[in-house]
């Protein structure tokens, strides 16, 4: 199906999309990589009168490490993620995460902040910048703020961004000694995305207990989030095959979990579980103590 009419803006600073955004209001929409935009208005789900094009704006891409936090801008590419080597040796969950991403056409166009931005149930970043405490930056009219991860995914299709932010990049605290990660997936054939998809980030002392775990779930519920009570029972634990699963009966707790053609929810209860354990043994094991 052919969207319906739209006019197409290319705007030649961050300054002048955001002129743009506050002139369109309701009408306009950011366009990063279109793998997400574009689909919803084939199928006239979304209808902007302007398309405010940013994907040819410097300074919004790319990997960088400043000290010991790694600046991602958010017109990085799912491509770019998957085989960034500062990434590889300071967060190397996100590589891991963006292999798993759609295919290979998707992860030439597709972007980081325009996956984050979209906030798809059943997207694969939003389980991993949970798990790795990430904070989001958005510019707007009033200039530039930081979102915690924690808030950033607020509903269905939502995420805390104003309609006239720009995502511009996101921030991880490299990962810390001794600390391994994990992500996996149950993907839906046809599309790639994740039917269920759970990523953990654990951290462990000289005596091999776990002192740090963060996991993040995604294709589960309405929205990406973190099973604290899992987290809460690993921190202090000394990690083996049966703790890891008592912990990983407490990932659905209180969420109300989809149900629909692609899986219905008791079966989704049962593979949220299951991929908490798988994500957070194999991480253990990569902690390497
Ligand atoms: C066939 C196919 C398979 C896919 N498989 C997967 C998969 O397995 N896993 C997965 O996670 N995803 C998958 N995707 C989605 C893909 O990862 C998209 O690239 C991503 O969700 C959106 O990024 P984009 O750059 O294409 O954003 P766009 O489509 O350009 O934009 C998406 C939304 O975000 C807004 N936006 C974009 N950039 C910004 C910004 N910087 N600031 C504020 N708002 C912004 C736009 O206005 C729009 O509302 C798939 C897509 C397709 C077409």
């Known amino acids: 199906m052919h969207p319906y009419p739209f006019t197409?803006?290319?705007?030649?600073?961050?300054?002048?999309?955001?002129?743009?955004?506050?002139?369109?209001?309701?009408s306009g929409k950011l366009l990063a990589g279109g793998h997400s935009l574009l689909p919803v208005m084939k199928l006239r789900l979304a209808q902007p009168e302007h398309l405010i094009d940013i994907s040819g704006l410097a300074g919004l891409s790319g990997v960088r490490l400043d000290g010991d936090v790694v600046g991602i801008g958010a017109l990085t590419t799912h491509h770019q993620l998957a085989t960034d080597a500062i990434l590889e040796t300071s967060a190397g969950l996100l590589p891991e995460i963006a292999r798993v991403v759609g295919d290979q056409q998707?992860?030439?166009?597709?972007?980081?902040g325009g996956a984050l931005a979209h906030a798809d149930p059943a997207a694969d970043y939003p389980a991993g910048v949970l798990a790795l405490n990430a904070e989001i930056v958005a510019r707007g009219p009033n200039g530039e703020r930081t979102i915690p991860i924690d808030d950033f995914f607020v509903d269905f299709l939502t995420s805390a961004l104003e309609p006239d932010e720009i995502l511009t990049s996101i921030r991880i605290p490299a990962l810390a000694a001794n600390t391994g990660y994990r992500y996996e997936k149950l993907q839906n054939p046809a599309s790639g995305y994740a039917i269920v998809g759970v990523a953990a980030v654990v951290t462990l002392t000289a005596d091999g207990k776990i002192s740090a775990a963060r996991v993040g779930v995604?294709?589960?519920?309405?929205?990406?989030?973190?099973?604290?009570?899992?987290?809460?029972?690993?921190?202090?634990?000394?990690?083996?095959?049966?703790?890891?699963?008592?912990?990983?009966?407490?990932?659905v707790d209180g969420i109300e979990l989809l149900s629909d053609i692609h899986a219905p929810a008791d079966y989704r209860a049962r593979v949220t579980k299951n991929l908490v354990r798988r994500a957070v043994l194999k991480a253990v094991e990569r902690a390497g103590v």
């Open 218 to 251: 995604t294709g589960a519920g309405d929205m990406a989030y973190r099973p604290q009570a899992v987290e809460n029972a690993l921190v202090g634990s000394t990690p083996n095959e049966d703790s890891v699963k008592a912990a990983a009966e407490s990932a």
């Open 106 to 112: 998707v992860r030439n166009r597709g972007t980081f």
């Open 8 to 26: 197409y803006h290319r705007p030649t600073s961050i300054d002048d999309a955001l002129t743009m955004l506050g002139e369109f209001g309701d």
